[in-house]
């Protein structure tokens, strides 16, 4: 049995994308539409990043579940490119992620 979670990263709220980031989701699989959100900026979209990722691994077959911490909002606790690039900061910081695998 395959167990995953989702650990800290951006969040719908913080994922603004433009209108090719859109199309290349949604021609490729358009059930997929539902992951965005229309922005407040014209044209453009809010994407649900981890919820899509969730239910892909869930679709296939993987118990998963999503911690649900925004690496953008969290500033205190996590790094994010995106938030550092909005900022015009002159460094972007590093981030880790790791795997582990256990028998249940």
Not at 47 to 67: C, K, S
Not at 79 to 98: K, L, V
């Amino acid at each position: 049995r395959i167990v995953a979670s989702l650990g800290p990263s951006i969040s719908q709220r913080n994922y603004e994308v433009g209108p090719e980031f859109h199309a290349r989701f949604v021609e490729r699989n358009d059930e997929w539409r539902r992951f965005f959100a229309p922005s407040a900026k014209e044209g453009h979209y809010l994407f649900d990043l981890p919820n899509l990722t969730i239910g892909r691994l869930r679709a296939a077959g993987v118990q998963a579940d999503n911690l649900d911490i925004c690496t953008y909002a969290d500033e205190d606790r996590f790094f994010s490119y995106r938030r550092t690039t909005h900022r015009n900061e002159p460094d972007y910081g590093r981030q880790i992620s790791a795997i582990m695998l256990r028998e249940i």
